[in-house]
């Protein structure tokens, strides 16, 4: 009975996403490069201090792009690693540890590995030591076909935990160009931006005037670092002839580990609510770029990162009616529905917040539209929704249920 009913909700998923509009396979046989960028949060996006944006290229970018500004993460104790693996299988992270330690042999319909079969050359780019969150052993189970990690990496330009942003993506875009064939499916993840967010003196640009000398204010520095290295990225992709033909799609993988609702409060100039707070942590940005800078917009319905694999093999043509996912197609015309490990999520109406213990009861229920507590009864469908997806997605993982279902 079990089997049969996590079955039928994958189905029943696969079935709501089935979309043949427009966009289904417009962007067939592009390059996808996604970057998946350390620490990076909406809050920032298109925000200024002292009279300088924080993200000058992102919001660049945004003009071409989609932009999805309710994009929330969906990761849990495992950080990067789950922000990685539930964009690339769609399934949600473990409520404890992270899937690419735990179980990293277990079967998981993967975005490496269907591009793979479909005639792209895959690879993952990290420069950091290819042991950390056994990136070694996951991503040779994911498919890639390449894992280019710190030994890849000529270390010219030390910051950090290991090399700068801007190198590693100059390095990046030359392995890529250079060693694949197209299509290619390049995922990139980002590391200078990492707490503790320090940086020398020299790449320290941004004048965050009052936060000058706290985290808060380094945040903001290693944010416009990152940020300068991403439009550097583009460039290079334009001087090496690809930016035409390829899908640049870019998020943040989680949230930045300062929790202390003062300093947000003074950089936003306003006072925060509960509800504020929990939409700040839990929110990065996805901006999506199409060639031909299609479907450019800002998009308020909700998304998150489990949303990826279905929708990249939407724009890309590649069915998912038969593929364990359980993300939304952002291109598809279906309902959105968005679960945080926590248990919160949102259907873009209302936005629940659970309480420490778990219990419905406990929780509290906010709409949308007012931003304002509302009567807790709308929640519960919704409730029951997240525990039911959050538990599928845990026995699929844990007791390895697609090698029986394959
Ligand atoms: C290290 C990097 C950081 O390889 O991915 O991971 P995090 O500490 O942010 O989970």
Same mark, same amino acid.
């Given at each position: 009975e079990e089997h049969k009913e996590i079955q039928r909700w994958f189905r029943e998923a696969a079935e709501k996403r089935k979309a043949h509009n427009d966009t289904f396979a417009a962007y067939k046989n592009s390059n996808v490069i996604v970057v998946q960028v350390e620490a990076l949060m909406n809050f920032v996006i298109g925000k200024q201090i002292?009279?300088?944006? @924080? *993200?000058p290229h992102l919001n660049q970018l945004i003009k071409d792009s989609m932009y999805f500004a309710s994009y929330y993460h969906q990761t849990g104790q495992g950080r990067t690693s789950d922000a990685d693996f539930s964009s690339?299988?769609?399934? =949600?992270p473990l409520p404890t540890g992270s899937v690419f330690v735990r179980f990293p042999s277990h079967n998981y319909d993967m975005l490496p590995q269907i591009l793979g079969? +479909? %005639?792209?050359? *895959? %690879?993952?780019? =990290?420069?950091y030591e290819g042991s950390f969150w056994n990136r070694n052993a996951m991503y040779k189970a994911m498919g890639y076909d390449h894992f280019y990690n710190k030994q890849h990496y000529m270390m010219d330009e030390p910051l950090g935990w290991s090399?700068?942003?801007?190198?590693?993506f100059r390095q990046s875009l030359d392995f890529m160009t250079r060693e694949s064939r197209q299509p290619f499916y390049a995922f990139l993840v980002t590391l200078t931006s990492h707490h503790p967010y320090q940086l020398p003196a020299s790449e320290r640009k941004l004048d965050v005037g009052e936060f000058q000398g706290t985290l808060f204010g380094s945040y903001l520095e290693s944010v416009h670092y990152a940020d300068e290295a991403l439009g550097q990225l583009i460039e290079g992709m334009k001087q090496?002839? @690809?930016?035409?033909h390829t899908i640049l799609y870019v998020y943040g993988d989680h949230d930045n580990s300062l929790k202390d609702k003062e300093p947000y409060e003074q950089f936003l100039g306003r006072s925060l609510s509960e509800f504020d707070m929990h939409?700040?942590? !839990? #929110? &990065?940005?996805? &901006? @999506? +770029?199409?060639?031909? !800078? %299609?479907?450019?917009? &800002?998009?308020?319905?909700?998304?998150? #990162?489990?949303?990826?694999?279905?929708s990249l093999l939407h724009l890309l043509g590649i069915e998912t009616g038969s593929y364990y996912m359980m993300g939304n197609d952002l291109f598809g015309s279906g309902e959105r529905f968005v679960a945080l490990r926590s248990g919160a999520f949102t259907d873009g109406r209302v936005y629940y917040t659970p309480s420490a213990d778990g219990l419905f009861e406990h929780g509290e229920c906010y709409s949308l539209d007012t931003r304002e507590l509302t009567d807790l009864e709308q929640c519960r469908r919704g409730y029951e929704e997240a525990k039911l997806r959050l538990s599928i997605s845990d026995r699929v993982i844990q007791y390895n249920l697609l090698r029986e279902y394959r």
């Open positions: 002292g009279g300088e944006e @924080i *993200t690339n299988s769609s399934l =949600h079969e +479909h %005639g792209y050359e *895959t %690879g993952a780019y =990290h420069a090399l700068g942003d801007k190198s590693f090496k002839g @690809i930016w035409d939409q700040i942590m !839990n #929110q &990065v940005p996805l &901006v @999506i +770029h199409l060639p031909d !800078n %299609g479907q450019a917009g &800002v998009y308020q319905e909700p998304a998150g #990162q489990l949303d990826m694999a279905p």
